[in-house]
């Protein structure tokens, strides 16, 4: 048991911590960068194959399609986000958002486009709340109030105009003629509209084309989407104000509002995407490129690894593994409850949150033979929901260009409305901003007054598309999986380390700590019985999860064997391939 001045040292510490935070300089935001002259020792030399892992069949051969005839990399992403809207509308789309980590390898440059929804102008802080203050989680989940002004058709037509080498118009085609010709309902999707089946069903366009007749679309019949080939085309036709002026912004801000949402078209006309420069990190002689704010996937993962950085993970034995990256993740997570936010409206202590004397402090908070509880760390303790949402792919043409795409429209089917005439589904991702103070949102992360909704700001994702480069290998990945993300891309990036591939990456047990709840979640196999006891002797609370979670798509190419491999995770239909 921890004793009351145990107790009292750790509370010290972190306070300590936490006014050094506060006071601490900001790293300013570089929106657009050159990236710095590589010192990794990589060479710039070709793969000897293509390769693209995306969460559907129909994405990846689309996608290698334009590999084909002559794409590149960011062509090939093109195509398969849009026709990953086609036939996973579950999970991402043109109502939605996400992050874009790219590499071109012409000249090194690496950058995060930030395609995140942003908040109407006419939203405010307490919009979710009822005259009481009590958070209406279903207003942020359900219905057009949820839904944030999409990033996904601008992010699409900026990749074609900066790094493209195709027209949007043949990019997109594969998208428009499947959306057209329909797809076969797989077991995944109808599982998902099932369990969103109600805020479909309030909406009559979405439900017109989910639940034909209805009644949910019977396994391997074809879903046909006319209205969403129409969009796609006229996005084709006339690039970004295809979506965000004229006849379709119309139609969004005109369904939006008759059913009591707040759009405008001034909203939609204003959007823009950000080019960020993404976070990077060593971690055991591998460089780490991932999201940066606001996303908080890659400063999580990056001050996760930081903490873990001087322990001596290789020679570990599962359970004491486990447990320091549970230890790891709850401080990181901690962080991300109270510092992070949109970086063009909060600052966010990146530099101090990534230095490697913060870590040593965080890291000697960390005992090895007990849990320290969250609660010392601060914050109530709510509990909390899982989503089986959001899409990632990976890709690699043969010049060498990568591209880690995380995409999302939060929960399964967004916010289940579609705005009649258009075919898209509406994003709920008002819901990952901060309602109430350490009130959870629907994956249970809390935050305070950094992830405040304000007109304009980009809500807190933990979205973490990744690269990892060593001398000789490179590996691209990224994950669904809501609050999961940011610990399955570290588990996926500990087994790179190890010296792992891609395919023991992406089926590997996952486990997973938030700071809050504090517990670690686990998937059936993760840990043996004998391995459970020895964690909850050391003062963890394990709770075992109802299904496996997560879907993720990597690649991996070794410079030095010449290969490249990928893999897409069995927990979900996607598909892998190396061409
Ligand atoms: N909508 C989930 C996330 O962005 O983290």
């Not at 949402?261 to 204003?270: N, P, Q, V």
């Not at 908080?296 to 001087?310: D, Y």
């Amino acid at each position: 048991m921890l004793n009351l001045f145990s107790i009292c040292v750790i509370r010290s510490v972190m306070i300590y911590l936490t006014v050094l935070m506060t006071g601490c300089a900001v790293l300013s935001q570089n929106r657009l960068f050159r990236s710095q002259p590589d010192n990794t020792g990589i060479s710039n030399t070709q793969p000897p194959s293509a390769a693209i892992a995306s969460a559907h069949p129909l994405a990846t051969q689309a996608g290698q399609a334009i590999l084909q005839k002559g794409g590149n990399a960011f062509d090939a992403a093109i195509t398969v986000a849009s026709v990953l809207a086609v036939v996973e509308p579950s999970g991402s789309g043109l109502g939605g958002g996400g992050f874009w980590l790219l590499h071109r390898e012409s000249d090194q440059k690496q950058m995060m486009l930030d395609s995140r929804e942003t908040a109407p102008l006419a939203a405010h802080r307490d919009m979710f709340l009822d005259q009481n203050g009590t958070v209406q989680q279903r207003l942020s989940l359900d219905g057009p109030l949820a839904a944030g002004i999409p990033g996904v058709p601008a992010a699409l037509v900026h990749l074609s105009e900066h790094y493209g080498t195709l027209s949007l118009s043949e990019t997109l085609k594969p998208s428009i003629t499947i959306a057209r010709q329909g797809f076969e309902v797989d077991h995944r999707l109808l599982r998902l509209l099932n369990m969103r089946q109600q805020a479909i069903l309030e909406s009559k366009a979405a439900a017109e084309i989910f639940f034909p007749d209805g009644k949910p679309p019977k396994p391997g019949s074809r879903l046909i989407q006319n209205d969403l080939a129409n969009t796609l085309e006229a996005i084709a036709d006339q690039g970004f104000d295809g979506f965000y002026s004229g006849r379709i912004a119309q139609q969004l801000v005109t369904g939006v509002q008759q059913a009591g949402g707040i759009w405008t078209k001034e909203d939609l006309a204003r959007y823009t995407v950000e080019e960020r420069k993404p976070v990077t990190g060593d971690y055991q002689g591998a460089r780490v490129v991932s999201a940066s704010p606001p996303s908080s996937g890659g400063l999580v993962l990056l001050e996760t690894l930081n903490i873990l950085s001087q322990f001596p993970m290789s020679q570990l034995d599962h359970v004491n593994r486990s447990h320091l990256i549970a230890e790891a993740w709850k401080r990181a997570y901690r962080d991300r409850s109270e510092h992070m936010g949109d970086p063009d409206f909060v600052s966010v202590p990146m530099q101090h949150l990534l230095d490697p004397n913060y870590a040593r402090a965080l890291r000697s908070t960390i005992r090895h033979d007990l849990a320290l509880p969250s609660r010392y760390l601060s914050a109530p303790l709510p509990e909390f929901k899982h989503g089986n949402h959001t899409t990632h792919f990976s890709v690699l043409d043969k010049h060498g260009n990568r591209v880690a795409a995380t995409l999302s429209i939060n929960y399964p089917f967004g916010s289940g409305f579609v705005a009649p005439g258009t075919g898209v589904v509406l994003n709920d991702e008002m819901d990952d901003f901060v309602a109430a103070p350490y009130s959870p949102n629907v994956y249970g992360l809390i935050g305070g007054s950094a992830n405040a909704i304000e007109p304009g700001k980009r809500m807190l994702s933990s979205m973490t598309p990744t690269f990892i480069e060593t001398a000789d290998k490179i590996a691209i990945l990224g994950t669904p999986g809501g609050s999961r993300i940011i610990t399955m891309v570290c588990l996926g990036l500990l087994d790179f380390i190890e010296g792992k591939g891609p395919d023991s990456w992406v089926n590997l047990p996952r486990f997973h700590h938030q700071f809050i709840p504090d517990r670690i979640l686990y998937e059936p196999g993760a840990f043996n019985p004998s391995e459970i006891e020895a964690l909850q002797q050391l003062g963890h609370t394990l709770t075992e999860s109802s299904r496996r979670y997560g879907n993720m798509q990597a690649i991996l190419w070794d410079r030095s064997a010449n290969t490249v491999q990928a893999a897409s995770d069995p927990r979900g239909i996607g598909l892998a391939v190396v061409k």
